[in-house]
């Protein structure tokens, strides 16, 4: 039971992703989120998803995929993106439902990078900066302009962001082709 809400304002399941294993980065800011990033994004899913297959060299045989979930692009806040489409890795599991965080909901604001096996040796598509620490989740029906951090080991980041509020969000300095030479 909800309780709190006007009428007019319905809430949105937000994601909940838990981390499984250690983190490479951990962001306290959005500053340090966006010098990762190469676009801030709204998105909504599309519902369809594609496994990548490691290529031969990395990890084993027996390896897992990568998944990537295809989403629209509904606008771009900062930086650029390749298309209206395009696809992420997934940052996670979302214990609500059992499926890919980026596959229902939405719609989400990310910070996006170009992803990567190393060093300028992409995969094709994007990956959300930090796993879950790049992600807010759309928190009303009655709005697509505010977002809540997804993310609970994160706790130095906003806990809302208002795309009305363009002075809270940082600008993307870099390009896809710097992050790819600066490796992940």
Known sequence: MLTGCSAT?????IPEIRDQGSRARTYSSLDDLAQRASAI?????????REVPLP????????APT???????????????GGDTI?????????????????????YLVFLAPAMYNTNDPIGG???VGG????????????????????????DLPKKLDLNDRAALPTITK????????GP
């Open 175 to 182: 390009t896809e082709a710097e992050l790819l030479a600066e």
């Open 9 to 13: 304002s319905e809430s949105i399941p």
């Open 67 to 81: 998944v990537f979930d295809v989403v629209r692009v509904t606008s771009v806040v900062s930086g650029t993106l």
């Open 41 to 49: 994004a709204v998105i909504e899913p599309t519902g369809s998803s």
């Open 132 to 155: 879950p620490a790049g992600l807010f989740a759309n928190a009303q029906r009655d709005t697509q302009t505010r977002f809540q951090r997804v993310d609970t080991q994160s706790p």
């Open 56 to 63: 031969p060299g990395y990890g084993q045989p027996d390896s």
């Open 126 to 128: 994007y990956v959300v």
């Open 87 to 107: 696809e992420i890795a997934t940052p996670g599991t979302d214990d609500n439902t059992g499926a890919s965080a980026l596959s229902t909901g939405g719609p």
